[in-house]
Protein backbone atom coordinates (compact mmCIF):
# COMPACT_ATOMS: atom_id res chain seq x y z
CA UNK A 1 0.00 0.00 0.00
CA UNK A 2 2.79 2.69 0.95
CA UNK A 3 4.82 1.58 -2.09
CA UNK A 4 1.84 2.08 -4.02
CA UNK A 5 1.08 5.73 -2.32
CA UNK A 6 4.72 6.85 -2.85
CA UNK A 7 4.50 5.89 -7.31
CA UNK A 8 1.43 7.42 -7.47
CA UNK A 9 2.76 10.30 -5.51
CA UNK A 10 5.78 10.70 -7.77
CA UNK A 11 3.86 10.40 -10.83
CA UNK A 12 1.55 13.54 -9.66
CA UNK A 13 4.81 15.44 -8.85
CA UNK A 14 6.15 14.51 -12.57
CA UNK A 15 2.93 15.11 -14.55
CA UNK A 16 1.99 18.61 -12.70
CA UNK A 17 5.50 19.95 -12.06
CA UNK A 18 8.78 19.03 -14.72
CA UNK A 19 6.82 18.18 -18.21
CA UNK A 20 4.06 20.87 -19.02
CA UNK A 21 4.31 23.49 -21.10
CA UNK A 22 2.29 26.00 -22.95
CA UNK A 23 1.42 26.40 -26.54
CA UNK A 24 2.68 29.45 -28.27
CA UNK A 25 0.43 32.13 -28.13
CA UNK A 26 0.19 34.25 -31.60
CA UNK A 27 -1.01 37.47 -32.12
CA UNK A 28 -0.78 38.74 -35.45
CA UNK A 29 -1.48 38.29 -39.81
CA UNK A 30 -1.26 34.70 -40.70
CA UNK A 31 -0.28 33.86 -44.37
CA UNK A 32 0.12 30.22 -45.80
CA UNK A 33 2.54 27.90 -43.94
CA UNK A 34 6.41 27.92 -44.71
CA UNK A 35 8.89 24.94 -44.87
CA UNK A 36 11.84 26.57 -43.36
CA UNK A 37 12.54 29.90 -41.56
CA UNK A 38 15.19 31.67 -40.41
CA UNK A 39 16.37 33.11 -37.09
CA UNK A 40 17.77 36.55 -36.51
CA UNK A 41 18.50 38.57 -32.87
CA UNK A 42 18.24 42.03 -33.91
CA UNK A 43 15.88 43.69 -36.68
CA UNK A 44 18.99 45.43 -38.60
CA UNK A 45 20.27 41.85 -39.48
CA UNK A 46 16.61 40.94 -41.44
CA UNK A 47 16.81 40.98 -45.02
CA UNK A 48 14.97 43.98 -46.72
CA UNK A 49 12.14 44.20 -47.50
CA UNK A 50 10.19 43.13 -44.41
CA UNK A 51 6.93 43.19 -42.19
CA UNK A 52 6.36 42.34 -39.19
CA UNK A 53 3.45 39.87 -39.18
CA UNK A 54 2.99 39.85 -35.26
CA UNK A 55 4.30 38.70 -32.20
CA UNK A 56 4.62 35.45 -30.42
CA UNK A 57 5.17 34.44 -26.36
CA UNK A 58 5.90 31.65 -24.95
CA UNK A 59 5.88 29.84 -21.58
CA UNK A 60 7.44 26.94 -20.38
CA UNK A 61 6.97 25.16 -17.40
CA UNK A 62 9.99 23.16 -16.89
CA UNK A 63 13.50 22.68 -18.15
CA UNK A 64 13.58 23.11 -21.39
CA UNK A 65 16.87 24.70 -22.97
CA UNK A 66 16.88 27.65 -24.42
CA UNK A 67 17.52 25.80 -27.97
CA UNK A 68 14.09 23.82 -27.65
CA UNK A 69 12.31 26.86 -26.98
CA UNK A 70 13.60 28.43 -30.42
CA UNK A 71 12.38 25.36 -31.88
CA UNK A 72 9.13 25.57 -30.35
CA UNK A 73 8.87 29.15 -31.60
CA UNK A 74 9.87 28.06 -35.14
CA UNK A 75 7.55 25.20 -35.66
CA UNK A 76 4.82 27.88 -34.23
CA UNK A 77 6.06 30.69 -36.62
CA UNK A 78 5.89 28.15 -40.06
CA UNK A 79 2.21 27.51 -39.12
CA UNK A 80 1.65 31.13 -39.38
CA UNK A 81 3.53 31.55 -42.45
CA UNK A 82 6.84 33.56 -41.70
CA UNK A 83 9.91 33.28 -43.07
CA UNK A 84 11.82 35.02 -40.28
CA UNK A 85 11.43 35.05 -36.46
CA UNK A 86 13.36 37.44 -34.01
CA UNK A 87 13.85 36.79 -31.01
CA UNK A 88 13.10 39.55 -28.09
CA UNK A 89 14.24 37.33 -25.62
CA UNK A 90 14.30 34.61 -23.12
CA UNK A 91 14.12 34.92 -19.79
CA UNK A 92 13.78 32.43 -16.22
CA UNK A 93 15.06 29.30 -15.53
CA UNK A 94 17.82 28.64 -12.95
CA UNK A 95 16.31 26.73 -9.69
CA UNK A 96 15.37 28.81 -7.10
CA UNK A 97 17.10 30.65 -3.87
CA UNK A 98 17.42 28.33 -1.18
CA UNK A 99 15.36 28.72 2.07
CA UNK A 100 15.45 27.93 5.89
CA UNK A 101 13.16 28.02 8.35
CA UNK A 102 12.96 27.36 12.30
CA UNK A 103 10.20 26.01 14.41
CA UNK A 104 9.48 26.09 17.72
CA UNK A 105 6.81 24.16 19.66
CA UNK A 106 6.21 23.21 22.96
CA UNK A 107 3.94 20.37 24.20
CA UNK A 108 1.03 20.17 27.23
CA UNK A 109 3.28 17.90 29.20
CA UNK A 110 6.49 20.13 29.37
CA UNK A 111 8.17 19.07 25.93
CA UNK A 112 9.65 21.09 23.67
CA UNK A 113 11.17 21.01 20.23
CA UNK A 114 12.88 22.68 17.80
CA UNK A 115 13.02 22.14 14.05
CA UNK A 116 15.19 23.70 11.26
CA UNK A 117 14.93 23.15 7.81
CA UNK A 118 16.33 24.07 4.51
CA UNK A 119 15.49 23.85 0.82
CA UNK A 120 15.79 24.36 -2.82
CA UNK A 121 13.39 24.04 -5.15
CA UNK A 122 13.79 21.08 -6.94
CA UNK A 123 12.37 21.50 -10.53
CA UNK A 124 13.78 24.59 -12.73
CA UNK A 125 11.74 27.95 -13.01
CA UNK A 126 9.49 29.13 -15.86
CA UNK A 127 11.14 30.64 -18.90
CA UNK A 128 9.55 32.94 -21.05
CA UNK A 129 10.22 33.77 -24.53
CA UNK A 130 9.22 36.65 -27.08
CA UNK A 131 9.89 37.46 -30.27
CA UNK A 132 8.42 39.03 -34.00
CA UNK A 133 7.13 37.06 -36.79
CA UNK A 134 8.67 38.17 -40.12
CA UNK A 135 7.49 38.44 -43.76
CA UNK A 136 10.51 38.85 -45.99
CA UNK A 137 8.31 40.94 -48.60
CA UNK A 138 10.54 40.68 -51.76
Not at 41 to 65: C, L, Q, R, W
Not at 84 to 95: R, T
Amino acid sequence: MKASLLSTLLTAVVMFTGCKSSQPEYVGKTYPPTSSIQVFYAMKDVPKPNEVMGKIHFETFGGKSNEEIINDLKVAAMKQGADAILIDGISGGGHGNPTASVGVGAGTNGNAGIGMGVSQALFPKDKKANAKLIKITK
